[in-house]
C-alpha cells in the first residue's frame, strides 16, 4: 500500500508541473500535444516511483 500512495503523490506533483507547464508549449499546439505533456508529467514519476526498490537498512 505505500508504493501505491507514494505513486499518487508522485502523480500528484506531476500534475502540478504539467499545469505549470501549458503556458510554454508552443503556439498552434494541437490537443495531443497537451495530452503528451501531461500523460509525461503525471505518468512517468508515478510509475517510476511505484517500481523503484525500497530502501534496504
Known sequence: ?????????????????GTVGIPFMPEGTPWYGYLALYALTIGLPAVLTYLAPKNQQ
Request: net charge positive; no cysteine; proline share 0%.
Open 1 to 17: 500500500m505505500g508504493g501505491i500512495s507514494k505513486a499518487l503523490a508522485a502523480a500528484a506533483g506531476g500534475a502540478g508541473v
